[in-house]
């Protein structure tokens, strides 16, 4: 039996932070696996950023609503906004950004979809009713026994 909730929050980087930190501690009052909590973290953290970053750039009163739900074999975080939709309807390629130059001439940013997609086991988007629909997927570890 899968175990649910949900949170939503304003799309600002304060506004992130708390629900982030509120959709972990709730995954771990579930029993998210302690070994998986670190992937999941990081890759709700990029996922959440961008949102606020891009889809809310210029965008004062956004919402971004957060639904997990954790079975023994699955965890399913359900991301919705309203900003606008993904460019061709489709999730970023997220292909590794190039850090064989020097220090200097790296890339600031460019590692977040690469970094969603290493974490998580697969990943859904769609456009429904004028909102955004992000589906990231992870794999539980199997117990033993």
């Given at each position: 039996m899968?175990?649910?909730?949900?949170?939503?929050f304003k799309a600002t980087e304060q506004g992130a932070r708390s629900c982030i930190s509120a959709v972990m501690q709730g995954?771990?009052?579930i029993d998210l696996p302690l070994d998986r909590a670190g992937d999941v973290q990081i890759a709700?953290?990029?996922a959440v950023n961008n949102i606020v970053e891009h889809a809310y750039f210029d965008i004062e009163d956004g919402e971004i609503s957060i639904q997990c739900d954790l079975s023994p074999e699955e965890l399913q975080i359900r991301i919705?906004?309203?900003?606008?939709?993904?460019?061709?309807?489709?999730?970023p390629v997220g292909l590794p950004a190039d850090i064989s130059g020097p220090l200097e001439t790296l890339p600031e940013g460019g590692f977040g979809w690469h970094?969603?997609?290493?974490?998580?086991?697969?990943?859904h988007y769609e456009r429904q009713a004028g909102s955004n629909q992000l589906s990231l997927f992870f794999d539980m570890p199997t117990k033993q026994t």
């Open positions: 899968a175990e649910t909730f949900a949170c939503s995954l771990r009052d709700l953290a990029e919705s906004d309203t900003g606008p939709p993904l460019p061709d309807g489709q999730l970094l969603i997609r290493e974490l998580t086991c697969r990943l």
